[in-house]
């Protein structure tokens, strides 16, 4: 298993790593993980179960217990659909809420790794280049201004249909930052051997081709 390719994207919220991790995995045809989708189901399933978001050892046991699928870009959870309801705010926030809890994650960390199979991973989250697969062949940190990332996901949930208030995303992109950097385990920060890939002036096809290039540059 150690030798099939990772390629781990990390970065804050809304730096575009989901988009760019599946863009990148379409291209070179490998799977892909989008690692935050298991902090947001984790979330979703405690707040349908009445599980408090401070009892860390049930949400462990949820977390260990998740029935869930990705399939044709759909995520579902106990066989619904919930892939529209897995991108709202509030699940984002209590997903970073109890995140920094150390059962929770650890019970994510080998159904996280199982995503590893031939002919390679795209990952994306905060801990895949520090915690999670160490070894990574290309460890990319994708960053950009809060701004436009507050704008990004403005653009984003609007298109979606739902409401959002730019002022109010500022605000919230900034406490998770904080909470998500400043946490003591498995803290959002850029490996020793990441690349500093900063998409504030990119559009998608432009990081895209960046890391692509980084990644035919190490062949
Ligand atoms: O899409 P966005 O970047 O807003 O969030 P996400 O990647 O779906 O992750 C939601 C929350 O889960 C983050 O704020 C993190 O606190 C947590 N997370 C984590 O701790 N480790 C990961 N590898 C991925 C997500
Ligand atoms: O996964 P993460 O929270 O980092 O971000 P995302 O959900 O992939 O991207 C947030 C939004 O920014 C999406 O609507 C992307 O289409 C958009 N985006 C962009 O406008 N320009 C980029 N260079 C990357 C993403």
């Known amino acids: 298993q150690g030798t099939v390719p990772v390629i781990a994207i990390d970065g804050p919220t809304a730096s575009g790593k989901g988009t760019v991790a599946a863009r990148v995995a379409d291209v070179l045809g490998w799977t892909v ?17 009445g599980v408090a978001d401070t009892d860390e050892n049930a949400l462990a046991d949820i977390a260990r217990q998740l029935d869930i699928r990705f399939q044709d870009g759909k995520v579902l959870l106990d066989n619904d659909d919930v892939t529209e309801q897995l991108r709202q705010e509030h699940i984002g926030e209590m997903a970073s809420r109890i995140a920094p809890l150390p059962p929770l994650r650890d019970a994510l960390l080998e159904r996280q790794r199982a995503f590893r199979q031939a002919p390679g991973l795209v990952c994306d989250g905060r801990d895949m280049g ?8 290309l460890k990319i940190f994708l960053v950009a201004d809060v701004d436009a ?7 984003q949930l609007i298109e979606k249909g739902f409401s959002a208030n730019l002022g109010d995303l500022l605000k919230d992109l900034k406490t998770r930052d904080d909470r998500d950097q400043n946490r003591s385990v498995a803290p959002l920060k850029p490996a020793a051997d ?14 895209v081709d960046r890391i692509l290039t980084h990644w035919r540059n190490l062949g």
């Open 149 to 155: 990332r507050a704008q990004r996901r403005y653009n």
């Open 194 to 207: 990441a690349i500093i890939v900063d998409s504030s002036g990119l559009d998608i096809s432009q990081t």
């Open 130 to 137: 520090t915690v999670v697969f160490p070894d990574a062949s």
């Open 33 to 49: 993980l989008d690692s935050g989708a298991l902090y947001r189901l984790s979330a979703l399933s405690a707040l349908k179960k």
